[in-house]
T-cell receptor, first 112, second 112 residues
Framework: EAQVTQNPRYLITVTGKKLTVTCSQN?????MSWYRQDPGLGLRQIYY???????DKGDVPEGYKVSRKEKRNFPLILESPSPNQTSLYFC???????????FGQGTRLTVV | DAKTTQPPSMDCAEGRAANLPCNHS???????VYWYRQIHSQGPQYIIH???NNETNEMASLIITEDRKSSTLILPHATLRDTAVYYC?????????????FGTGTRLQVTL
């Protein structure tokens, strides 16, 4: 089954404690991206990757890092989380043409 | 990518057709119209996309006006499970930037 898998689904952490949210896809897609969703602000892109070792900033990259060492994985790293990064995060992937994007089930992060 | 305008909310009786409009008056010739939906806080789900011809799949139909400045997503027989936020997005089919720009969408409430 084609899917994008994020882990964990829920996470509560404290300010400043580094964390990683993993994302993996099984469709051999070139493009992967991370979004955050906040009430009233909708979905905003954080980072995206066009292929292995190729990443670029989206609209709201501050406070986040990503890596793309393998085609299937695209982890989101928060080196020093702050309360304003409390949000619902989604990972997405799609093929190299304008085909449909597949989204993960989301990670609800709370930073206290 | 062109900007879209959608009504913030709509209601539809179960079993009836739901017609969700979208205005994209600044759409460019190489931009497609995509529709996604988000049920509660799940990951967005692809529904359909098109360039200028009407399209139909197992989920919905997409009607694009001849001047391409607006479109309508039709759910032919809405069910309670179709209650969701529906997003209309326009973007180029190819290109290096893999960004879906989500607006605020239309919240569709299907009622008994």
């Amino acid at each position: 089954e084609a899917q994008v898998t994020q882990n964990p689904r829920y996470l509560i952490t404290v300010t400043g404690k580094k964390l990683t949210v993993t994302c993996s896809q099984n469709m051999n897609h070139e493009y992967m991206s991370w979004y955050r969703q906040d009430p009233g602000l909708g979905l905003r892109q954080i980072y995206y990757s066009m292929n292995v070792e190729v990443t670029d900033k989206g609209d709201v990259p501050e406070g986040y890092k990503v890596s793309r060492k393998e085609k299937r994985n695209f982890p989101l790293i928060l080196e020093s989380p702050s309360p304003n990064q409390t949000s619902l995060y989604f990972c997405a992937s799609r093929g190299d043409q304008g085909t449909e994007a597949f989204f993960g089930q989301g990670t609800r992060l709370t930073v206290v | 990518d062109a900007k879209t305008t959608q009504p913030p909310s709509m209601d539809c009786a179960e079993g009836r057709a739901a017609n969700l409009p979208c205005n994209h008056s600044t759409i460019s010739g190489n931009e497609y119209v995509y529709w996604y939906r988000q049920i509660h806080s799940q990951g967005p789900q692809y529904i359909i996309h098109g360039l200028k011809n009407n399209e139909t799949n197992e989920m919905a139909s997409l009607i694009i006006t001849e001047d391409r400045k607006s479109s309508t997503l039709i759910l032919p027989h809405a069910t309670l499970r179709d209650t969701a936020v529906y997003y209309c997005i326009v973007r180029a089919y190819t290109g290096t930037a893999s960004k879906l720009t989500f607006g605020t969408g239309t919240r569709l409430q299907v009622t008994l």
